[in-house]
T-cell receptor, first 115, second 112 residues
Framework: DAGVIQSPRHEVTEMGQEVTLRCKPI?????LFWYRQTMMRGLELLIY????????DSGMPEDRFSAKMPNASFSTLKIQPSEPRDSAVYFC?????????????FGSGTQLSVL | RKEVEQDPGPFNVPEGATVAFNCTYS??????FFWYRQDCRKEPKLLMS???SGNEDGRFTAQLNRASQYISLLIRDSKLSDSATYLC?????????????FGKGTKLSVIP
């Protein structure tokens, strides 16, 4: 298996622009997680899905952030409009069993820079 | 108090040294504990679980102290390749759901 695949690897955009991050989980995994990592706040859970259904989005910072999972093999995280404080590394992860299963398989992340 | 706290380091140790990190957690109902490793500019990867009785994997030993609410990771005979950030992870339950929380990580640099 290719693992969790994220795109793009790097994204540089200007404040106010829409940003869409993409994730393909490992086939057969029923949970998908979106995390954000910064030096100040560490790794923060934004939202997670079970069988394509959002379960907990309490970590989504504000209405500018939205996430979808239209099918078992694809998810997007959208920021509209983007702000400089959104600059971070965004990781997607997947597993079987959800938060009770400690083994999360992370993608390589998307380094987002909002100027 | 933050849910999961770690000393950010960096810990700079010579090759062959023994180094230990602690991680404290605030939720006394936390159920499961783990250590992840994250190399520079890479994704986190599971290193090992932390069991109540302690567990060892080669040069790595993980321990749990529920009374004082901390977990530890001990690395013996440090190698250059051990240089990374070590994240502790705590799984807690509450309000009908589970939460997997990462610490901010402790950076280790093993120097020749």
């Amino acid at each position: 298996d290719a693992g969790v695949i994220q795109s793009p690897r790097h994204e540089v955009t200007e404040m106010g622009q829409e940003v869409t991050l993409r994730c393909k989980p490992i086939s057969g995994h029923d949970y998908l997680f979106w995390y954000r990592q910064t030096m100040m706040r560490g790794l923060e859970l934004l939202i997670y899905f079970n069988n394509n259904v959002p379960i907990d989005d309490s970590g989504m910072p504000e209405d500018r952030f939205s996430a979808k999972m239209p099918n078992a093999s694809f998810s997007t995280l959208k920021i509209q409009p983007s702000e400089p404080r959104d600059s971070a590394v965004y990781f997607c992860a997947s597993n079987r069993g959800g938060p009770t299963n400690e083994k999360l398989f992370f993608g390589s992340g998307t380094q987002l820079s909002v100027l | 108090r933050k849910e999961v706290e770690q000393d950010p380091g960096p810990f700079n140790v010579p090759e062959g040294a023994t180094v230990a990190f602690n991680c404290t957690y605030s939720n006394s109902a936390s159920q499961s504990f783990f250590w992840y490793r994250q190399d520079c500019r890479k994704e986190p990867k599971l290193l090992m679980s932390v069991y109540s009785s302690g567990n060892e994997d080669g040069r790595f030993t993980a321990q749990l102290n529920r009374a004082s609410q901390y977990i530890s990771l001990l690395i013996r005979d440090s190698k250059l390749s051990d240089s990374a950030t070590y994240l502790c992870v705590v799984i807690s339950s509450g309000a009908g759901s589970y939460q997997l929380t990462f610490g901010k990580g402790t950076k280790l640099s093993v120097i020749p």
